[in-house]
């Protein structure tokens, strides 16, 4: 199914934000905004939240049981030694072990999430709507109501007044956010 | 906030963002001139030696080194841990300053997190070798095997090394690798070439700069460096641990892990300074990498100086307070006086007292001033880890085992080899990747300016 989305391309990180705020202001559904570098006020107007930070968490209480685990049954329950007196279970020198490979196990698994939920690995083409999107233009790329074509010429208003130095419609294929 | 009236700008210039993407990606769009093919010439001839040194280690043994009984850890232990004490400059630079939101990060941190990875890989060859039999290396992974199965001993800082220096590779690596999407993107949205496009857009694995990329990147960017700042400290203080578990007078001491951690961060920070003077002179980036930069890692290198002299102090004091004869010989008799004084006396010149001419501002921001420095500070890291590996077992506590240690031509070898290897992968990335972050780069361009008014 295609769908088609209004492009709206800015040269300047003020334009484009005060743009996006009188979009939201006209009730425009903004699919979604394209900038060289990341812009925390464009977080916040689009409600862009992360909830890498919790899963995170998990995952290094997740690795932090299982590395101790690993140990416990490899030291304690599988070939139990005396090393120089200690205990089998010698905890306190487990727990260098423990943090390196927690650490690692969140590293490796918040990857694969952000490659996962981003929808980013080796030969991936994602919808480019604009090519200057990573070098000096900020693009805002707007959903097209075919049913109700006065808040796409609001939308093109909008952003006409705010300094657009291009707008264009485009007809897409298939784009998912 | 920072305030760009006081601190000065971080980009000079007035760069447009246009002109920031092609100032950056100038340098791998352009032949690279004589000077890299002979640097990168030179350097293979270096890793050439070391691939023969290699060669020969594997097939002889480790009889061709100058290791003997008494000093069983030579020159590979010595590099080995300063090659790991440079390679914490990326992530002391990057995470870091990224925790403490020091912005002036941008312009270094890719550089510096490239040499942390090349660094670390010179560094793993060298433990490897000295594992003697280096195809059976694969015995110190834990896993299930036909030999009982019988596991590692988990209470060992030697394993805890291991574990450290493997995953401390694969962290920075991806920490690195990360930071690089957007860039491939923009080179790859940029180019006219069709092979770079298609290279370049193979990596950059379908980035796009939406929102919602950008947020996921950001938050990853901070929980990864959130946690790896933890490995900063750890690595350099299990390294130091090989150390501080030995009962050798010199090594046994509770000072070593927050003093091979300084020490690490001093030599890594040292490296970087080297690295910079030299591209921002070849490519031009003063814009960029400008004086107060440089300056900044100066004032960083003054105030590690001053603790790594505050360490050399506190340790010949303890030899002293503690009254322990084999402390005091080995700190009064073997190091500051005797056979090794050449040795001691540099790392104390080259650590302590010649990085305090940051002092001066003149010095601060005079290439050649960074640039000597600089190299002499990883001079006197060298001769510091000569001194704790090499006067400590040399002579310990029977005179009967005293025996002098002295480096074949296949140590110097394999030293030269894991300098040649760095070498070529520094010249390589600043040909194929952009020196600096251009996004981050972006982001700060016009920091500071709305206070101004």
């Not at chain 2, 790392?347 to 501002?361: E, G, K, S, T, Y």
């Amino acid at each position: 199914m295609t769908m088609m989305y209004k492009i709206g391309i800015f040269d300047e990180e003020d334009k484009f934000i005060s743009s996006i705020r009188m979009l939201q202001e006209q009730k425009v559904t903004i699919f979604d905004v394209f900038t060289p570098y990341p812009i925390h006020e464009v977080f916040h107007l689009l409600k862009r939240k992360s909830k890498l930070p919790t899963a995170a968490y998990f995952f290094g209480l997740f690795g932090i049981i299982a590395t101790l685990g690993f140990l416990y049954y490899t030291s304690v329950i599988d070939w139990p030694i005396v090393y120089g007196g200690k205990p089998f279970n010698s905890f306190p020198s487990f727990i260098v072990v423990t943090i390196i490979i927690t650490i690692f196990t969140v590293t490796i698994l918040s990857l694969a999430a952000f490659s996962l939920r981003s929808k980013l690995f080796p030969g991936r083409e994602n919808t480019i709507f604009d090519i200057r999107a990573t070098d000096n233009r900020f693009v805002i790329v707007v959903n097209m109501d075919p049913n109700d074509k006065s808040l796409s010429e609001n939308a093109e208003k909008v952003m006409q007044d705010n300094g657009a130095i291009e707008i264009v419609n485009k007809e897409l294929e298939n784009v998912k956010a | 906030m920072y305030n760009r009236r006081i601190r000065g700008p971080l980009i000079e210039g007035n760069k447009t963002l246009g002109q920031i993407t092609a100032d950056v990606i100038s340098p791998m769009e352009a032949s690279p001139g004589l000077w890299w093919f002979i640097a990168f010439g030179i350097s293979s001839m270096a890793a050439l030696f070391g691939l023969y040194a290699i060669y020969i280690t594997v097939t002889k043994g480790i009889g061709t080194w100058g290791v003997n009984n008494s000093v069983g850890w030579g020159w590979e232990i010595i590099n080995f841990v300063w090659w790991i004490g440079i390679g914490h400059a990326g992530t002391a630079f990057s995470i870091f300053l990224l925790i403490l939101r020091q912005r002036w990060r941008t312009s270094i941190n890719r550089a510096a997190e490239a040499m942390t990875v090349l660094a670390v890989m010179a560094a793993a060859i060298l433990p490897a070798l000295h594992m003697g039999r280096v195809w059976l290396a694969f015995y110190i992974f834990p896993y299930p095997n036909t030999r009982g199965p019988l596991w590692v001993n988990f209470n060992s800082p030697l394993f805890w090394d291991f574990v450290a220096i493997t995953a401390y590779l694969l962290i920075s690596a991806s920490f690195w690798y990360l930071g690089t999407l957007p860039d491939f993107a923009t080179i790859r949205d940029k180019t006219t070439s069709k092979i770079k496009k298609a290279v370049y857009g193979f990596f950059s694995l379908g980035w796009t700069g939406s929102s919602r990329q950008w947020i996921r990147f950001e938050s990853l960017s901070f929980v990864l460096g959130g946690i790896a700042a933890v490995l900063v400290v750890s690595v350099h203080s299990i390294v130091s641990t090989d150390f501080a578990v030995g009962v050798e007078p010199g090594w046994h001491t509770t000072l070593f892990p927050p003093y091979f951690v300084v020490g690490a961060i001093f030599s890594g920070f040292a490296m970087v300074m080297t690295l910079m003077v030299i591209i921002r002179k070849i490519y031009r980036f003063t814009d960029y990498v400008t004086d107060n930069h440089m300056d900044a890692i100066a004032r960083i290198l003054i105030f590690i100086s001053l603790i790594m002299g505050t360490a050399y102090a506190t340790e010949v004091f303890v030899a002293w307070y503690s009254g322990n004869e084999y402390e005091m010989f080995t700190f009064f008799h073997n190091r500051i006086t005797g056979d090794y004084t050449i040795q001691f006396w540099g790392m104390v010149i080259c650590n302590a007292i010649i990085p305090q001419l940051f002092w001066f501002r003149k010095i601060r921001r005079n290439w050649v001033g960074l640039l000597i420095i600089s190299l002499v500070i990883n001079l006197g890291m060298w001769f510091e880890r000569f001194n704790i590996v090499i006067t400590s077992l040399s002579k310990d506590f029977l005179p009967s085992n005293w025996v002098a240690y002295k480096p074949t031509i296949i140590d110097i070898g394999v030293y030269v080899g894991t300098i040649g290897i760095f070498a070529c992968g520094v010249l390589l990335f600043i040909r194929y990747i952009p020196m600096m972050a251009i996004s981050e780069l972006k982001s700060v361009n016009r920091i500071g300016e709305k206070i101004e008014d």
